[in-house]
């Protein structure tokens, strides 16, 4: 699939998009239309057997829309602050490293035994 010569410009060959985040930027593109699964997964290239998910996934938080058989873009405030929030994320995953689940825990943990 082409890419605008912008976003060719600022592509970072190092980023690797998920899955979500290629449905919904195609979504966004193509908000006037709305899809079928297979036809999303073909022009996103994500899986066959994983677009479901992914679509449910995003379904839940309002980031698409859903009425059988077809998939369109949901509330584009909604998708925008999304996508604010998970720049925000990789920027902070970035800038002083990512989370760790085992440590959350680890510091829960100590936390438990410290207190009185």
Excluded: C
């Excluded at 006037?32 to 022009?43: C, Q, R």
């Excluded at 479901?52 to 009425?67: K, T």
């Excluded at 800038?95 to 410290?114: H, M, N, P, Q, Y």
């Amino acid at each position: 699939m082409p890419i605008s010569i912008d976003e060719f410009d600022t592509h970072d060959p190092t980023h690797r998009e998920t899955n979500a985040q290629r449905v919904v930027r195609f979504l966004v593109e193509n908000r006037d239309k709305a899809y079928k699964a297979v036809e999303i997964a073909e022009a996103t290239n994500v899986d066959r057997n994983s677009i479901h998910p992914v679509l449910n996934r995003l379904e839940e938080r309002g980031l698409v829309r859903h009425r059988e058989p077809y998939w369109a873009i949901g509330d584009l405030e909604a998708v925008r602050d999304a996508m604010v929030f998970s720049s925000a994320a990789a920027l902070l995953d970035e800038t002083v490293g990512s989370e760790s689940r085992a440590e959350w825990l680890r510091a829960s943990e100590s936390e438990d035994t410290e207190r009185p």
